[in-house]
């Protein structure tokens, strides 16, 4: 595949470049694997114990678990007390991370037990962006088009990162307490209005994707169009 790049820098808690990307043939992806039967395993755990639901479908292995689990698990959604957790968890020093798309939280739970030892809420804005963690450092992306930088040890967002559609975009479709304002893109349940709502609020340049932390470079993609590179 042939792209051109066009960069444009900013400043946003340091240097960001925005690389963005327009395809000219079409490709064909291939996948690749990043589990571990270890962090399958602690997904596992997190989604199954003091009475939560394990995966709805092909979901993660089975193996041992314990406080030294660390990396990454891929599996379908998984539904838990917490709430409807995306495809994959991130597992690190004996924790759970995910996020939810129904209660739009972040949660760190024990692997062992399942219990939750840490929840950051997000103003009701749908997080399918799977966790990465770097050092002590949590990097996430919401719906609302923002990556969030949170602080393990602190438990709180450390600084937030928004996407050129979320400054454009994003004001017409948040109400004033921050959450989504979706009676602005949704005015009707036709079938077409449902589907141009859609597209409206993905125009807030929602972050899908999940990050990719290389040589203390984050990056991330969204639905803005842009790939962008935070230093």
Known sequence: MRRAPIVVSATIAGTAAVLAFHPRTPAVPT??????????????SAGTSSGTTGATGT???????????????????????YGNAQVRVTVKDGKVYFATSDTSTLYAVDANSGSAVMSLKYNRWPLFSSPAIAGNMLYMGSHEGKLMAIDLAAQKTAWTFQTDGSIQNGAAYTKQDGTP??????????????????NKMMTVGAVLSSPVVVDNVIYVGSADGNLYALM
């Open 181 to 198: 304002k979706y009676e602005a893109a949704f005015t009707d349940d036709f079938y077409e209005t449902m589907v141009i709502g859609v």
């Open 31 to 44: 996948a690749t694997a990043s589990t571990t039967s270890a962090a399958s395993s602690a997904a596992q």
């Open 59 to 81: 979901g993660t292995s089975a193996a041992g678990t314990g406080a030294g689990v660390s990396g990454t698990a891929t599996g379908d959604s998984i539904a838990t007390r």
